[in-house]
Antibody, heavy 124, light 111 residues
């Protein structure tokens, strides 16, 4: 079955750019949306953004000025870049697959597959 | 402050039933489907319920979901100690805010 695995540095300095990659195995990245979600220590889930396999994106307005999500279909990977990080960006970062169906007025959304998560600490 | 409101904690004894509420508005729960996630300690969230009341393959029927107006409810019957976890609701939001929103999470304690 499809599995997701996050990879990237666990420690990032303040003001620098956080970069993570999610590798999709057991299936194709094509024809699906892919997303990043984060969870600060002891807190709830925060959606960062998603990308369609074709490259179209949608970001959380609260992070939009600092976020870039990209996809590499040849490698079956998608990536997250978050610039100008501060301590507030310290969190476990998850990649996940959102199943999104736009049914006219109503939208069906569910994250059916998640990576195990990777802890990223912002500190000098 | 989360867009969707959940109680911070609920508790019940093994074998009992518990419900977890998720309150939103017409721009999110009121006009879109709701999903629910279970996050066991130290692990990634896992999809429990989608489209308000559907269970993915492998999720026992002890877990159920419902929606009425701008609120949704997760029900768990026959509580087990292994059900101790954080539970999150999520949905699409059609307003000018982030299109994907989650509740703040509810910690379930099985006494």
């Amino acid at each position: 079955q499809v599995q997701l695995q996050e990879s990237g540095p666990g420690l990032v300095k303040p003001s620098e750019t956080l970069s993570l990659t999610c590798t999709v195995s057991g299936g194709s990245i094509s024809s699906y949306y892919w997303s990043w979600i984060r969870q600060p220590p002891g807190k709830g889930l925060e959606w960062i953004g998603y990308i369609y396999y074709s490259g179209s994106t949608n970001y959380n307005p609260s992070l939009k000025s600092r976020v870039t999500i990209s996809v590499d279909t040849s490698k079956n990977q998608f990536s997250l870049k978050l610039s100008s990080v501060t301590a507030a960006d310290t969190a476990v970062y998850y990649c996940a697959r959102p199943m999104i169906t736009f049914g006219g007025v109503i939208v069906s959304l569910a994250f059916d597959i998640w990576g195990q998560g990777t802890m990223v600490t912002v500190s000098s | 402050q989360s867009v969707l409101t959940q109680p911070p904690s609920v508790s019940a004894a093994p074998g009992q039933k518990v419900t977890i509420s998720c309150s939103g508005s017409s721009s999110n729960i009121g006009n879109n489907y709701v999903s629910w996630y279970q996050q066991l300690p130290g692990t990634a969230p896992k999809l429990l319920i989608y489209d308000n009341n559907k269970r993915p393959s492998g999720i026992p029927d002890r877990f159920s979901g419902s929606k009425s107006g701008t609120s949704a409810t997760l029900g768990i019957t026959g509580l087990q100690t292994g059900d101790e976890a954080d539970y999150y609701c999520g949905t699409w939001d059609s307003s000018l805010s982030a299109p994907v929103v989650f509740g703040g999470g509810t910690k379930l304690t099985v006494l």
